[in-house]
C-alpha cells in the first residue's frame, strides 16, 4: 500500500477555486480500482490551507495515478491558485 499525505497553501482566497477545479481529478482518480482513498479536505482553521490524503493499492498504482490526464490538468491549474505545495510521500 502506498498513502501520501499534504498540504495545499492557496493564493489568498482561491481555496474554493481550487477545490472546484480538483473535483474532476476527485472524480476520476476514485474510479480507479487501486486508488483506496483519495480527498481534499479544507482546513476550518486555515482558509487557504487544503490537506491532501491519497492511498493506492502499491507503489506503482501511484505512478500511474500521476501519469494521467486528469493529474496534469490539475498540476496545470497550480501556478493560477497555489501558492505552495508539501507532499510526504
Given at each position: ?14 481555496r474554493h477555486a481550487y477545490l472546484a477545479a480538483a473535483q474532476n481529478h476527485l472524480d ?62
Amino acid at each position: 500500500m502506498k498513502c501520501i499525505v499534504g498540504f495545499f497553501m492557496t493564493k489568498p482566497g482561491k481555496r474554493h477555486a481550487y477545490l472546484a477545479a480538483a473535483q474532476n481529478h476527485l472524480d476520476q482518480s476514485r474510479l480507479d480500482p487501486d486508488c483506496l482513498y483519495i480527498e481534499l479536505v479544507p482546513m476550518p482553521e486555515h482558509p487557504d490551507k487544503i490537506l491532501l490524503a491519497e492511498a493506492f493499492t502499491s507503489e506503482e498504482a501511484d505512478r500511474r495515478h500521476e501519469d494521467t490526464d486528469h493529474m496534469r490538468e490539475l498540476w496545470a491549474v497550480g501556478p493560477t491558485l497555489l501558492s505552495h505545495v508539501v507532499i510526504d510521500n
